[in-house]
């Protein structure tokens, strides 16, 4: 048994809001990529058959924890189409927490979709990608991408994927001491809802964009700023809904001397955290395995 399993982040190389759909959710046209940057959990095994998230999380309630959501899902998955289970299935589990939580990297997202590969080998499940895939989409609209583990295009609510390969670049990823919750964005009345569907070819040949930027840049000075500031040494853009940006760079040294150009210039001291990754387009999270 793998002893810790890798939960990375990722980010929104572009973010298109093509409408709103009946149910309230917005259709998009989106590019995932993974970086190199990961939370990692543990799991291990109790003989009481509960299931514990021994690690706290400031401001979440221990049920309401994605990651607790997610193995309590499989679970009654399992015993609802009478899969097999150990007779021993609780478990304790861990985890070392680098993701920013409220920074649109996918923290939650991925937490939970690692918990759903991790325990289906653990219980020996033998569910396939697009079962757990499923599973996770009741758990939150990005949960998919994490599971399914490769760079891809996304439409429909973010579900709807397809493998691409990307330039895996290096990127400085910046979050302002901020958290945005991503339903604050998408219920705004000022953001844009009306970008023209593209083919995939016509969207990797325009500039790539994020149709949330406007909306939390008017929102957030310091995101704005951020932007206004890093754009001016490489391209940069808001992933997700925010709160981090993320400037692209062709090396590690490029990004290394933009970091340190941002840090020294003193602009929003202790405003930012700040991190240098590079883009995968397969998961970590896989190659681990």
């Known amino acids: 048994m793998m002893k810790k399993w890798i939960s990375p982040a990722k980010l929104n190389l572009f973010l298109y809001i093509t409408g709103q759909r009946e149910d309230k959710y917005h259709n998009l046209q989106t590019l995932f990529q993974f970086v190199d940057f990961y939370d990692e959990l543990t799991f291990l095994n109790r003989t009481d058959n509960k299931i514990h998230l021994v690690t706290p999380f400031e401001k979440v309630i221990h049920d309401e924890n994605l990651i607790i959501k997610a193995a309590k899902l499989l679970l009654e998955f399992a015993q609802t189409h009478r899969i097999n289970l150990p007779r021993y299935y609780g478990v304790d589990i861990e985890i070392i927490k680098r993701l920013p939580m409220g920074g649109g990297l996918g923290g939650g997202s991925s937490n ?3 918990t759903l590969v991790a325990l289906n080998y653990i219980w ?9 895939m499923e599973l996770g989409k009741k758990l939150g609209s990005d949960v998919a991408i994490f ?36 339903v604050s964005i998408f219920s705004h009345p000022d953001l844009k809802r009306d970008s023209v569907t593209r083919n995939i070819n016509q969207l990797l040949n325009a500039p790539f964009k994020n149709d949330c930027e406007p909306i939390v840049r008017k929102l957030y000075p310091i995101i704005d700023a951020l932007i ?22 062709d090396s590690f040294q490029q990004a290394q001397q933009l970091q340190n150009r941002l840090n020294d210039q003193g602009l929003f001291t202790d405003l930012y955290t700040s991190f240098i990754a590079k883009g995968c387009n397969r998961s970590l999270l896989y190659r681990a395995i």
């Open 228 to 249: 206004t500031w890093l754009s001016s040494y490489a391209p940069t853009r808001l992933t997700g809904t925010g709160a981090c940006v993320f400037s692209e760079c």
């Open 147 to 182: 599971i399914y583990g490769h760079s891809a295009f996304a439409q429909g609510v973010g579900d709807k994927l397809q493998s691409i390969t990307v330039p895996e670049k290096w990127y400085l990823i910046v979050k302002p001491n901020i958290n945005i919750a991503t």
């Open 124 to 132: 020996n499940l033998n569910l396939s990608c697009q079962q757990l």
């Open 112 to 114: 939970a979709a690692t």
